[in-house]
């Protein structure tokens, strides 16, 4: 039995662009608004994000869900995590476009850190926020007149009209600028990349009541803000020990849930996945492992529009189902390293076994196959360094839609995979949380009650077939490592 509350407005901000949604007491999402808010590639290995188009699109969509849907008794977040913007406190306007996740320009100086014994990954907000300041303050005189944030910290900026100056656990976890034991700001760090505390953002609970979204109708209260990746680990009811997601969208990230003991250390596990906060509430935080996969559906995207194989996203099923196998033609999706369990920047996308027999439909199940056989590293990852089973996985995102694909994934991890009702689960996550604070929903088992899978793919092939495809596959992956040494190098 769901609580008293009402119905929930979520901004979710990834990174094909920006989305505002009703999510109701019954765990359905409706009256959705989309905006593409695409990243910018200016030059290779670099990503950035317009924020000032991301901020309009929040107020723009966010006005349309209500005007249709609402109103609402509390507005949730989700968001890209690590993704940095720099802020005028005053004027509230971006001083440099933000940067992605994803860019990699910060490389040179990870690796410069490592030597002074300082791990960062190019993918963290400390060393991304570092080179915003080295050009817009290379003095570092502004001080209190700037404000930083990841995603989440801007949305609430831009719904509280620059009341709240704030992140989560989650989002704040992946930044590199916190200790992990004491969740406490790393001086150190701070120091060392010349980062004044005064730009920071407070740290609040996942969810809980922390102001109101003073820019929209009514003012409703802000109830829940969660990364992307832990918000779609809530979203799919996997909030007890054991339970495990994936997100297959641009990049893919499997997040397992460990429960609300802390993690015995705050380094990466021996298999490469991290320990992660999965949600705060009430002061408590609850834990989870996650492994990464740095290249997803950006390989059908380079399908499309750089090669022209494809002439949508959407249409790599059907060309895919056209052959019964890939006749033994294996993609490693490394077009930006690879990530768990081997953690080598320098790895490079491989295309292996091609013969004058491959054809177009041989080439894109290849590309979806690479990607199944990644989602099962990360599996097999997660289940070694948490020392859990995960009997059933749960997938959401952009590729849970592609059948071809949650075939190959259900047979590379041989067992069986329940797709979310909606593409994004992220979206019912973020409405958990915010539920929890106003009271929709008592607790985390009430929400994950509401939960129920769009559909359940079972395995059909043996376990010995299952075992030849997946040595084939660790060749293959074999191959694609260190191809530019230099980058393989990187530590954290």
């Avoid at 996985?393 to 259900?410: E, T």
Wanted: proline share 5%; net charge negative.
């Amino acid at each position: 039995m769901s609580g008293a509350g009402g119905s929930l407005l979520v901004v979710d901000v990834g990174t094909s662009g920006v989305r505002a949604a009703i999510v109701r007491p019954d765990a359905t999402v409706d009256h959705v608004h989309h905006a593409q808010v695409l990243p910018s590639t200016p030059a290779p290995g670099m990503v950035e994000v317009d924020a000032k188009a991301v901020a309009t699109a929040v107020i723009e969509l966010s006005l349309a869900a209500l005007a249709e849907g609402g109103p609402v008794a509390g507005v949730g977040i989700a968001n890209q995590r690590a993704t940095t913007v720099v802020w005028n406190r005053t004027t509230g306007r971006p001083v440099a476009p933000g940067i992605g996740w994803q860019d990699l320009r910060t490389v040179g100086t990870c690796l410069a850190l490592q030597a002074d014994g300082i791990r960062l990954a190019p993918n963290m907000s400390a060393p991304k926020l570092a080179a915003i300041l080295d050009v817009v303050d290379p003095e570092r005189t502004l001080g209190a007149d700037l404000c930083f944030g990841t995603i989440d910290t801007w949305v609430a900026w831009t719904l509280s009209g620059g009341a709240l100056h704030i992140t989560d656990a989650t989002n704040v976890g992946v930044t590199g600028l916190i200790e992990p034991d004491t969740f406490a700001w790393d001086d150190d760090v701070l120091g060392v990349l010349r980062i004044p505390r005064s730009m920071l953002p407070s740290i609040v609970d996942s969810s809980g009541v922390v102001g109101e979204a003073s820019a929209l109708p009514g003012a409703p209260p802000i109830g829940g803000i969660c990364g992307d990746q832990q918000s779609s680990l809530v979203g799919q009811g996997c909030t007890r020990p054991g339970r495990a997601k994936a997100t297959f969208g641009t990049g893919g990230m499997l997040d397992l849930c460990t429960g609300w003991e802390v993690p015995a250390s705050a380094g990466r596990g021996s298999a490469g996945t991290f320990p992660i906060v999965a949600w705060s509430r009430a002061g408590r935080r609850a834990w989870g492992v996650e492994a990464v996969m740095l290249s997803a559906g950006t390989c059908v995207e380079w399908l499309r529009d750089d090669l022209g194989v494809l002439e949508s996203a959407e249409e790599s099923a059907s060309v895919a189902a056209a052959c019964a196998d890939t006749g033994d033609v294996w993609f490693v999706p490394a077009l930006l390293g690879i990530g768990t369990p081997i953690w080598d920047f320098g790895a490079r996308g491989t295309l292996v076994g091609i013969t004058r027999g491959t054809g177009r439909a041989e080439l894109v199940r290849a590309v979806l196959e690479g990607v199944a056989h990644r989602g099962a590293d990360l599996l097999e990852a997660a289940e070694a360094d948490s020392g859990m089973h995960v009997g059933t996985l749960r997938v959401d995102g952009g590729m849970s839609a592609n059948a071809v694909f949650v075939d190959a994934l259900c047979e590379a991890i041989g067992r069986p995979v329940e797709v979310a009702p909606v593409l994004e689960a992220t979206t019912l996550g973020a409405g958990f949380l915010a539920g929890m604070a106003v009271g929709t929903w008592r607790d985390e088992d009430d929400a994950a009650a509401a939960y129920s899978p769009g559909r359940t793919v079972e395995p059909h092939g043996t376990d010995a077939d299952r075992t030849r495809l997946r040595d084939r596959w660790r060749d293959a992956r074999s191959r694609a490592l260190a191809s530019i040494p230099e980058l393989t190098g990187i530590a954290f």
